[in-house]
């Protein structure tokens, strides 16, 4: 608007006996014109200049999170992120794969008495469980240990019960959730081939069958791991 004005004014001052008026009229227009927008330009300022620092404070929270060995603060952030209200928020999810390598699946969750890989499951929070899988990797003492503890009690059987037979869901949260509980399956089962027993595998096969609405066939999803079992 700036340039225009100025053009204008080169345009025309020179028809003009006192050109400096028509210069002195574009400078208010140019004037009021910044007044008038000097509030939006303030405002997306303050976001921009809000948003880095909610960045750069995230970052030394998660380098906090990578270093300290506070596990009162650890457990304290985990309880905070694993609220049903934060599921699904790109910031929250990856502090939770922060906190999810430093809190063992197998930690009582603060004010529960499950176990956090549980608490994570019933919560079919994809982001802990994917992490937490990682902990049953390798041939450790304590990645052995991990894995034979999570056979002892096998969740994902409870998992598939609890989201096939969900009455209570409309249908789009009832293939939402079972998106959700492919991915925590899927993630558990590729580290601890074990898990996929004839049981899961068979009700999974009887889902299928039962003409409830699915967003894809559960047996084709097994199908790849079990026989790989086999």
Known sequence: MLGLSLLLALLFSHRLRQPHHLWAGCYVVVLLLL???MGDILDRHHRRDAYQAQQVAEETL???????????????????????QNA???????????LAKRISPFDIAGGTEKIWLVLAIDRLNRSAVGTFASWFIGDSVQAKQYRHQLLQNNPLLDLLNRVFNDSTADEQTFLQQQLLARDICTSLISVVP?????????????????????????QFEFDVFYHQKK
């Open 194 to 218: 074990e898990l996929l027993t004839d049981e899961l595998y068979a009700q999974a096969v009887a889902f299928d069958n039962s003409n409830k609405p699915e967003p894809f066939s559960w």
């Open 62 to 84: 998660l380098r906090k999170i990578d270093t300290t060995d506070d596990r009162v603060f650890l457990n304290h952030l985990m309880s905070q992120a694993m609220q049903p």
């Open 88 to 98: 699904g928020d790109w910031g929250t999810n990856r502090r939770i794969e922060h």
């Open 35 to 37: 007044l008038a927008h």
